[in-house]
C-alpha cells in the first residue's frame, strides 16, 4: 500500500529539548515536503526537497532544519524547540512537485 | 508576493445544492495548480491537478477549471459525504522557487442532508 508515514503522531515536549519527527515513503518518490498547519494561517511549507542531498526553504523555515540522505526519508528536526512550534506538522511526498502529493496523518507537537 | 487566497471561508449548502468554490491566485510563472480535500484531523489528499489555462478535470460530482488568474471547483449535486476542507495549492517556476508548494486558506464545505 503507498503510504506516508510520520511518527509521533502526537508529542508533547517542553521547551529547547531536541527532537526529531521522521517521515518515510514507500512510492520511490524524489519530491518531499515538510508543512505545518495552524488555525487560521491553513498550510505553510517548511522545507522541500527535490532529491536525495537536495534540500530548500519553504516559507517558514526558521527554528527547523531536515536531511535528505536516502530517498525514502526525509526527517524533521527541531534542534531547541519554542512554544510557537506549537502545531499540527504534515509530511508529503510526491513524484513531481505538488502533483499527486500523499500525506502522512500529521504529527500533532506541543512545546511546554 | 505570490499568494493564494480562498473564497468563501466556509460554505453551507443543502444536498443537492450545486455550487463553486474559488481559488485565486497572484504568482508569476505558474507551474501547476493542485486541489486538495481535507477531512478533519486527517492529512490532505489529492484531488485534481490543473497545468494550463482552459484546462477542465472531472471526478465524480467535482469538476475544477483553471483560467489565468482563478481557479473553480464546482461540486454537482453535492452529498454529505463531501463535507470537508478543500485546499488549493500552487507551484510556481523558475529559480530558488522551483519547488514550493504554497497553499490557500481553504473553504470548510459543509453539506446537509
Known amino acids: ?3 506516508v508515514t510520520q511518527n509521533p503522531r ?3 515536549t517542553v521547551t529547547g529539548k531536541k527532537l526529531t519527527v521522521t517521515c518515510s515513503q514507500n512510492m520511490n518518490h524524489e519530491y518531499m515536503s ?3 498547519q495552524d488555525p487560521g494561517l491553513g498550510l505553510r511549507q517548511i522545507y522541500y526537497s527535490m532529491n536525495v542531498e537536495v534540500t530548500d526553504k ?3 523555515p526558521e527554528g527547523y532544519k531536515v536531511s535528505r540522505k536516502e530517498k525514502r526519508n526525509f526527517p524533521l528536526i527541531l534542534e531547541s524547540p519554542s512554544p510557537n512550534q506549537t502545531s499540527l506538522y504534515f509530511c508529503a511526498s510526491s513524484l513531481l512537485n505538488g502533483a499527486e502529493a500523499f500525506f502522512g496523518q500529521g504529527t500533532r507537537l506541543t512545546v511546554v | 508576493e505570490d499568494q493564494v487566497t480562498q473564497s468563501p471561508e466556509a460554505l453551507r449548502l443543502q444536498e443537492g445544492e450545486s455550487s463553486s468554490l474559488n481559488c485565486s491566485y497572484t504568482v508569476s510563472g505558474l507551474r501547476g495548480l493542485f486541489w486538495y480535500r481535507q477531512d478533519p484531523g486527517k492529512g490532505p489528499e489529492f484531488l485534481f491537478t490543473l497545468y494550463s489555462a482552459g484546462e477542465e478535470k472531472e471526478k465524480e460530482r467535482l469538476k475544477a477549471t483553471l483560467t489565468k488568474k482563478e481557479s473553480f471547483l464546482h461540486i ?3 452529498k454529505p459525504e463531501d463535507s470537508a476542507t478543500y485546499l488549493c495549492a500552487v507551484s510556481i517556476g523558475g529559480g530558488t522557487s522551483y519547488g514550493k508548494l504554497t497553499f490557500g486558506q481553504g473553504t470548510i464545505l459543509t453539506v446537509h442532508p
Do not use: H
Open chain 1, 1 to 3: 500500500e503507498a503510504q
Open chain 1, 10 to 12: 502526537y508529542l508533547i
Open chain 1, 34 to 36: 515538510w508543512y505545518r
Open chain 2, 76 to 78: 454537482t449535486a453535492p
Open chain 1, 58 to 60: 519553504g516559507d517558514v
